[in-house]
């Protein structure tokens, strides 16, 4: 069942989506793997520009503003990165017990925005982009947070 009532039905299979993930420091694309477009933020003056290396030194000072990589990825097309599948993203909205569905005297799941990587939990495309990139450290395994259980 699919929702043709909204804008981006109209290039539902056609979309692709770019997507910036959070870069370790210890976690490099193997030889055999796609290399991804990285940037950092906060962004740095270069250093012939007027005041830069005071801007610089205050930014480093402050460890909240480290500098921090990420890796620009793009989906194939017709992919989606918050699509669960139908029963979880039904849950997602609708709640995790089958009485609060006809009853729904709680907040929607969706008002849950503890996770600090995304607003909304990620589906698989997200960890498919992450091995196809190498960024995930060899001996680890796609987290699952407490919405993206089934």
């Given at each position: 069942?699919?929702?043709?009532?909204?804008?981006?039905?109209?290039?539902?299979?056609?979309?692709?989506?770019?997507?910036?993930?959070?870069?370790?420091?210890?976690?490099?694309?193997?030889?055999?793997?796609?290399?991804?477009?990285?940037?950092?933020?906060?962004?740095?003056?270069?250093?012939?520009?007027?005041?830069?290396?005071?801007?610089?030194?205050?930014?480093?000072?402050?460890?909240?503003q480290?500098?921090?990589?990420?890796?620009i990825v793009?989906?194939?097309?017709?992919?989606?990165?918050?699509?669960?599948?139908?029963?979880?993203?039904?849950?997602?909205v609708?709640?995790?017990?089958?009485?609060?569905w006809?009853?729904?005297?709680?907040?929607?799941?969706?008002?849950?925005?503890?996770?600090?990587?995304?607003?909304?939990?990620?589906?698989p495309?997200?960890?498919?982009?992450?091995?196809?990139?190498?960024?995930?450290?060899?001996?680890?395994?796609?987290?699952?947070?407490k919405?993206?259980?089934?």
């Amino acid at each position: 069942m699919k929702n043709l009532t909204t804008i981006e039905s109209l290039d539902r299979g056609h979309r692709t989506w770019f997507l910036a993930i959070h870069v370790s420091g210890t976690v490099m694309p193997s030889s055999g793997q796609q290399h991804p477009i990285t940037v950092s933020y906060p962004f740095m003056p270069n250093s012939s520009e007027t005041g830069a290396a005071e801007v610089r030194e205050k930014y480093l000072r402050r460890p909240s503003q480290q500098p921090r990589k990420f890796a620009i990825v793009e989906t194939r097309p017709g992919d989606n990165p918050w699509d669960l599948g139908f029963y979880r993203n039904f849950k997602s909205v609708m709640g995790d017990r089958w009485w609060d569905w006809p009853l729904p005297f709680k907040y929607s799941p969706l008002c849950d925005h503890r996770n600090m990587v995304s607003e909304f939990p990620f589906g698989p495309v997200v960890d498919r982009l992450k091995k196809q990139y190498g960024l995930l450290p060899a001996d680890s395994h796609p987290r699952v947070n407490k919405n993206q259980q089934s």
